[in-house]
C-alpha cells in the first residue's frame, strides 16, 4: 500500500510538471487577447500609423516583418539546407566536421543582440547596405541558419540508410540517390524545421533593432536598400517611447504578432501531421 | 593473367582479403563464378557471405574503415576499374528484407531506368510490364502500378524487389538472403523465380537456408569464420562433401 500511495504523489508531481508547460501560454494568450482584441480592426491591420502612432494602424509594421522573414528564408533556407546535406551525406568524420559541429553548436547559442551587432558592424557598415531590409533579413538569416542546419541534418539522417543502399545499388549515382531517394522524404522534416525557426525569427527585436528597424515610416519601403518597421520593434517603440498610448493598441499589436507566429507554428505542425500519415517506413 | 579466363566464367575472385577496420571478414578466397549458373553460398553468421556479396557490386565501399585485397574480376576486367555506377548496373542485388522505396509500384521498378537516362513513358511502361512479368508480379500488380508498393505484402514486395533488379538489365543477381522474411509460399515463389531467371542471367545466392541451397543452387560454397571450406555441385556437398566441417553444418551440428 505505501508504495502505491508513493507511486500516485509521484504521477500527480509529474503531472503537475506537465500542466505548468500550459499555463504561461494559456495565460500570456488570454491577457493579450483580453486586452487587445478591442484594437483589432480591418483598419488596424491596414492602415498607416498617424497622430504619432496612437491612432491609426500597424500596417508597415506587418509588411516589415513579412519582408524580412521572406528575405531571411531566401537566404538561410537554401544555405543551411546545403550545408546540411554535405555535413549528413558527403563529410566524414574529420577534425574539420567536428569544428564545423562545434561553430554550428555555438553559433545557436550565441544572444540575438550579438547578431545584431554583428549584422550592424558586417552588413550595414562594412558591406555599406546601410540600415535596410537587405541588411535584416541576412542578420536574421545567420542566426536562423544554425537551427536550420540541425534540423535538416536531423531529417536526412531520419531518412532510413536502405534507402540510399537501394539507390546505389540500383547503380544511381550519390547524387541521384541523395536527389531522388533522401531528399524527398526529408523535405518535410526540413520544412518544418525551418518554419518554426523563422516564426521565431519573425518576432526577434534585437537583430533588427541596428540593421533594418525604423521608429517611424510616413510610407512603405521601396526597394531592399530602404529602412522597414517591424513589428517586434514597433511593440517595443509604442510600449516604452509613445506615452499616453491606448492600452489596446499595444496589446493589439502583440496580438498581431503572436498570431503570426502561431500560425506560422500551427502550418509547421500540419506539414509534419500530414507527412506522419503517410509516411510507413 | 585474362588470357586464361574460360568464356563460361563470369567472375573470378582472387585471393581475396577483406577487412572492416582491424577484423578480417574474409581471409584467402579464391573461386569462380560461372555463367547462367545459381551459385548458393550457406554458413552460419558472420562467415563473410554477405560481405563477400557486398564485395562484387562494391556496396562495401561505402563503409569508411572498409578495407580490400587481392581482385575480383568481372568477365576479365578488374571490378575496380570500372565505374562503380556501371558495377551496380551490371550486378543487380536484392536485399535480405523487402525494401522498397516509398514510391508507387510503377516507380519503384522505373527508379533504376530512369536514373540511367530513360526518360520515355513509353518504354518506362514495357520495361516495369516486362519486369513485373518475370519475377512472377505482373498479374497481381497491374492493376495497381500506380499504387505505394509499402501496400503490397512482404512477399510481393520482395518480388517487387526482384524487378527493380531486373529493371536495369543486370548481368548477374546478388540475392543476400532473399527469403529469411518470408513465408514457405512467398519464398517458393521466389525460389522458382530464380530458377526461371538462371537462363538469363548469372546468380549468386546467400542464404541462411541450407535446404534452399539444395533446392535451388548448381553448385554450393560453404564459408565458416571468412574462410571458403568447400565449394563442389551441390548434389556433391549435400551428399558426399569432402571436408567434415561442411557435413557438420549442413547436418545441423552446429552453427
Excluded at chain 1, 498617424?50 to 509588411?63: D, T, Y
Excluded at chain 2, 517458393?188 to 542464404?207: G, P, R, S
Aim: proline content about 4%.
Amino acid at each position: 500500500m505505501k508504495s502505491l500511495a508513493k507511486q500516485k504523489i509521484a504521477f500527480t508531481i509529474l503531472f503537475l510538471a506537465t500542466i505548468l508547460v500550459i499555463v504561461p501560454v494559456g495565460l500570456i494568450l488570454i491577457l493579450i487577447f483580453r486586452d487587445g482584441s478591442s484594437a483589432i480592426s480591418w483598419r488596424f491591420i491596414s492602415s498607416m500609423p498617424a497622430n504619432g502612432m496612437r491612432e491609426g494602424g500597424i500596417f508597415p509594421a506587418i509588411v516589415g516583418t513579412f519582408y524580412l522573414v521572406i528575405g531571411a528564408t531566401l537566404v538561410s533556407l537554401p544555405l543551411g539546407v546545403m550545408a546540411a546535406m554535405y555535413l549528413s551525406e558527403y563529410s566524414k568524420d574529420t577534425l574539420l566536421t567536428r569544428t564545423i559541429n562545434l561553430a554550428i553548436v555555438n553559433l545557436a547559442g550565441v544572444p540575438s543582440v550579438v547578431y545584431g551587432l554583428f549584422g550592424l558592424s558586417l552588413f550595414v557598415t562594412y558591406f555599406k547596405f546601410g540600415v535596410s531590409i537587405l541588411s535584416g533579413a541576412l542578420t536574421l538569416a545567420i542566426m536562423n541558419l544554425p537551427v536550420i542546419i540541425s534540423a535538416s541534418r536531423e531529417a536526412f539522417q531520419s531518412v532510413p540508410y536502405s534507402f540510399r543502399e537501394v539507390s546505389l545499388s540500383l547503380g544511381a549515382s550519390k547524387w541521384q540517390t541523395i536527389r531522388y531517394s533522401v531528399l524527398p522524404f526529408a523535405l518535410p522534416g526540413i520544412l518544418t524545421g525551418a518554419i518554426l525557426s523563422l516564426a521565431r525569427a519573425a518576432g526577434e527585436t534585437a537583430p533588427i533593432l541596428f540593421t533594418v528597424a525604423a521608429f517611424y515610416l510616413p510610407s512603405l519601403p521601396r526597394s531592399i536598400f530602404d529602412q522597414a518597421m517591424a513589428l517586434p520593434y514597433h511593440l517595443y517603440v509604442i510600449s516604452t517611447q509613445i506615452p499616453n498610448i491606448r492600452l489596446d493598441f499595444r496589446y493589439g499589436t502583440a496580438l498581431v504578432l503572436v498570431m503570426i507566429v502561431f500560425s506560422m507554428n500551427i502550418f509547421a505542425v500540419i506539414i509534419r501531421f500530414q507527412f506522419r500519415k503517410k509516411k510507413k517506413w | 593473367m585474362v588470357e586464361t579466363f574460360s568464356d563460361k566464367v563470369k567472375i573470378s575472385v582472387q585471393d581475396l582479403h577483406l577487412w572492416f577496420g582491424d577484423i578480417c571478414a574474409v581471409k584467402s578466397l579464391n573461386l569462380e563464378i560461372f555463367e547462367h549458373e545459381i551459385l548458393s553460398v550457406i554458413g552460419p553468421a558472420n562467415s563473410g557471405k554477405t560481405t563477400f556479396l557486398r564485395t562484387l557490386n562494391r556496396l562495401n565501399e561505402l563503409s569508411p574503415n572498409f578495407k580490400m585485397e587481392g581482385a575480383v574480376y568481372l568477365k576479365g576486367e578488374d571490378i575496380r576499374q570500372i565505374r562503380v555506377t556501371e558495377i551496380r548496373k551490371r550486378l543487380g542485388m536484392v536485399f535480405a528484407l523487402p525494401m522498397p522505396l516509398p514510391l508507387s509500384i510503377f516507380d519503384n521498378i522505373a527508379y533504376g531506368p530512369r536514373m540511367h537516362g530513360i526518360k520515355d513513358r513509353k518504354v518506362l511502361s514495357e520495361i516495369v510490364e516486362r519486369s513485373l512479368q518475370v519475377a512472377f508480379l505482373w498479374d497481381e500488380a497491374k492493376d495497381r502500378l500506380n499504387e505505394s508498393a509499402l501496400k503490397l505484402s512482404g512477399g510481393q514486395q520482395q518480388r517487387l524487389c526482384i524487378a527493380r533488379t531486373l529493371a536495369v538489365e543486370p548481368e548477374v543477381i546478388l540475392f543476400d538472403e532473399p527469403c529469411s522474411g518470408l513465408d514457405p509460399i512467398s519464398t517458393a515463389k521466389v525460389e522458382e523465380t530464380m530458377l526461371k531467371l538462371k537462363q538469363d542471367y548469372t546468380i549468386v545466392l546467400v542464404t541462411n537456408n541450407v535446404k534452399q541451397a539444395a533446392r535451388v543452387g548448381d553448385r554450393t560454397a560453404f564459408f565458416l569464420m571468412g574462410e571458403l571450406i568447400e565449394l563442389d555441385r551441390t548434389d556433391k556437398i549435400f551428399t558426399a562433401p569432402a571436408q567434415k566441417k561442411t557435413e557438420d553444418y549442413i547436418m545441423g551440428r552446429f552453427g
